[in-house]
């Protein structure tokens, strides 16, 4: 038998990245991936690919405006497969190139499914290794809408809706969370109509309410319609076609609505299926998570789990710091545990939406004293000049200390413009300290500076 120090299971951000790490402190790493290419949801179906195509139809709505910019090009089109081709292909570049630090950090994939048979060993196909140590980085998988199948044609999950071989007519969006904004935004732009479906009365829940108010209007503005506080009571595929119905969730009101493609959008599960965890004694947590403690070991020793199969946001950076600090602890180095309040969410449309830390109704409602300070991008002279006003910068400070709790970015590279305040926040520097240090002019982030002015009662701009 085959014996390693560490045999990662699933080579998604959590397990590959650590993986690679793992070896780099010594160790000798196995990584079981069943999928033909490494880089799990992230890479293969998720992040990666759904930003290849956000990128290539925001070309495409932009030529509408290359006008106001005095520039007129001829009849514009564009091919759908051609578009596709290049998301393969910024995919394969970027799945060969984590083969590639396989082979040069001295990791080695086992290409098949992996199980545990016994704590300390995982078994691929026929061959059973040794595992001093086995971490478990299996990700998650879309969660299903009870009585609806899908078939990834017409009735989809987010790995349908990024492959569809054409521009639907009518898309309806089940969920209005990250997936459903962002692909509903791609095949809006490429000429869908677009009704997204939520059974809350708000688009992402989780989100600052103000931010996510302003982010639906501007959405609306680009052709997606919302049904908020909605049930779906059944969706069934006729043929070509498919019926979705909605109950209004105030007065129970039913309607029908008739679509040619339908993404259920309505969250993720952990994937511990199959695993022959229950046999093992490795214990999940009440919303069926592994359970982990603050070095990610679960119940069973030896073993230990990451990334989305695990608490926290179900994002691929906090999947690969979960990762980081997994394998620092295996190896015996000191690492605290990763601050999953430090984490940044962005959602990929236009304008961006960026969420770190607290929003002003969780501040309102836990009853701290806090300040807010906004400022929007059309008193922005960059946001101005590249026409990007849409959207504001909002922080939240502590009333008493001026520690930043909260910040929330609507507009271009908000993405890009909250890690300034993700570190601020990290390192525990104040709106004025933020406020003090020097942002280049004209900058986008110029308006980071004045909302923490905002808040500090002292707006210049504004
Ligand atoms: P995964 O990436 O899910 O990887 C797990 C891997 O394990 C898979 O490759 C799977 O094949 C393999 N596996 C599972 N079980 C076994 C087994 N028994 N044997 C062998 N292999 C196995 N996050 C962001 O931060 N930013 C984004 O922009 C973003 N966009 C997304 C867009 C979409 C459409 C989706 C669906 C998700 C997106 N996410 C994004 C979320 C992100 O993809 C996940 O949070 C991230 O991939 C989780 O990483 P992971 O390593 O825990 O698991
Ligand atoms: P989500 O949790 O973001 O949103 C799901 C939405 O569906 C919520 O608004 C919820 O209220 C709604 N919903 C739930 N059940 C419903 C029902 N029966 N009918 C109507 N609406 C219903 O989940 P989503 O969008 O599927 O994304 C899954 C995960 O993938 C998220 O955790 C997200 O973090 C991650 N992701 C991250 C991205 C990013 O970072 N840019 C991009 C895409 C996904």
């Not at 990024?162 to 935004?185: D, F, K, Q």
């Amino acid at each position: 038998m085959r014996n390693f120090d560490l045999v990662v299971i699933g080579a998604g951000p959590g397990g590959y990245v650590a993986a690679i790490r793992a070896a780099q402190l010594g160790l000798s790493v196995a990584c079981v991936e069943e999928r033909a290419t490494l880089g799990g949801t992230c890479l293969n179906v998720g992040c990666i690919p759904s930003k290849a195509l956000l990128s290539s139809s925001e070309h495409w709505a932009e030529v509408k405006h290359l006008a106001a910019h005095g520039i007129s090009v001829g009849e514009a089109g564009f091919d759908l497969g051609a578009m596709m081709a290049r998301k393969d292909k910024v995919v394969g570049d970027l799945t060969k190139g984590i083969a590639h630090l396989f082979k040069k950090n001295g990791v080695e994939w086992l290409n098949g499914r992996g199980t545990i048979p016994a704590a300390g060993q995982v078994r691929v196909g026929d061959e059973v290794v040794g595992a001093k140590n086995i971490l478990i980085a299996t990700g998650s998988d879309p969660a299903g809408l009870p009585g609806v199948s899908v078939d990834e044609e017409v009735i989809l999950t987010s790995t349908g809706a990024l492959a569809l071989g054409r521009v639907p007519e009518h898309l309806v969006v089940i969920g209005a969370g990250v997936i459903g904004l962002e692909l509903g935004e791609v095949w809006a732009r490429l000429g869908a109509k677009v009704t997204v479906v939520e059974y809350l009365d708000r688009i992402l829940p989780g989100a600052d309410g103000e931010i996510a108010k302003t982010a639906q209007r501007l959405l609306q503005r680009q052709g997606l319609a919302f049904q908020l506080g909605r049930k779906v009571a059944s969706v069934t595929r006729e043929g070509a076609r498919a019926a979705v119905t909605v109950e209004r969730r105030d007065n129970g009101a039913v309607e029908t609505i008739d679509a040619d493609a339908v993404l259920v959008a309505i969250g993720r599960r952990p994937r511990t299926a199959g695993l022959g965890l229950d046999a093992l004694g490795v214990a999940l947590d009440g919303r069926g998570f592994i359970a982990v403690d603050g070095q990610f070991r679960t119940s069973v020793a030896g073993i230990y789990a990451i990334g989305d199969v695990v608490p926290g946001p179900m994002l691929a950076h906090k999947a690969e710091e979960d990762g980081i600090a997994a394998v620092e602890g295996i190896a015996g180095h000191a690492h605290a545990a990763p601050d999953y309040g430090l984490v940044p969410g962005v959602v990929y449309t236009a304008p961006e939406i960026a969420s770190l830390g607290a929003t002003e109704e969780a501040l309102k409602e836990a009853g701290r004293p806090h300040v807010v300070g906004r400022f929007q991008f059309i008193a922005n002279g960059r946001a101005r000049a590249m026409g990007a006003t849409d959207g504001l910068v909002k922080v939240l400070g502590c009333a008493e200390s001026g520690r930043i709790l909260g910040a929330h970015i609507l507009g271009r590279n908000a993405g890009e413009l909250i890690q300034e305040l993700v570190l601020a926040m990290a390192t525990g520097a104040t709106l004025a300290q933020v406020a003090a240090s020097s942002h280049a002019h004209p900058g986008m982030g110029e308006a980071v500076k004045e909302a923490c002015l905002a808040a500090l009662g002292k707006p210049l701009h504004a």
